[in-house]
């Protein structure tokens, strides 16, 4: 899923391509991609884009009269951009937004249609669709600690709690626990004042680190590789492989199609995490310490 920093650099993409410009028309392939029906997505063509925004995972178009699209890319949406007006893809491409200089392609990976687009008008409906998280880059140390600890619930569930905490999914969760020497099962109400200001810092740096990476990786170009795997990551898809810190084999938990990654050296005191699903079948020979697991 694109993350707070993949958000970043296709907005900052975008606005360089497409800010000021008039959307001339919208074309969708997909009609489970439209979540809305008044005001009608047809008012929107031949309006200025008056800005690019964020609102936690999703992207924001604003256009004259204070009519916005809201768009959200869910897991395997992504966006691509073409100098000219271009097909929708057959297989992947959900819809094609056609703007003066170009077409920026919207394509969703997989069978599952998640991806949305939401037409509304005016700033309350545009907080209507807002899942309340704090944004890192503004809040309080207090304002964290309130909003990570909410509701009871594992570190890594917590974070990635959009209603709370802005703009965070399993990749960076994965990442920002390492950096903060956490367990990602640990619960949230167990944590000591000093750990949740260690893990708001390790948010913020994690994150602002990220964005300057995938702004590197973009360039002036458009950022068509967006993926929630990275070679630069520490743990988040390094299952099986050293920790880059400690050396200790990077080990997972999977449950349904997620998957939580970690190092047991760095975050859990040599301590490898139940997995729901192989732990009861392996039972009394599930691998309870680094040291178990070598042998």
Known sequence: MPELPEIVTYIEALDKRIGGTVLEEVRIRSFSLLRTFDPPLEEAFGKKLVSLGRMGKRIVFELEGHLFLVLHLMVAGRLHWHEERKK??????????????????????????RASLNVVSGEEGLRDLDPGGIEL??????????????????????????????????????????????????????????????????????LEEWIVIRRQDTGDGFPEKVTAFHPGMAVHGKYGEPCPVCGTTVQRIVYASRETNYCPGCQTGGKILADRSLSRLLKDDWPKTVDDLDE
Do not use: Y
């Open 88 to 113: 929708i893809p057959g297989r992947v491409g959900l819809a094609a937004f056609d703007f003066a200089p170009g077409t920026v392609i919207l394509t969703e990976a997989g069978s599952k249609r």
């Open 137 to 206: 880059t503004t809040a309080s140390l207090d304002d964290f600690s309130q909003a990570l600890t909410a509701e009871r619930h594992t570190l890594k569930r917590a974070l990635t709690d959009a209603r709370r905490i802005s703009g965070i999914g399993g990749a960076f969760a994965d990442e920002i626990l390492h950096r903060a020497r956490l367990s990602p099962m640990q619960m949230n109400s167990n944590l000591s004042p000093e750990e949740i200001a260690i893990l708001f810092e390790a948010c913020r740096d994690t």
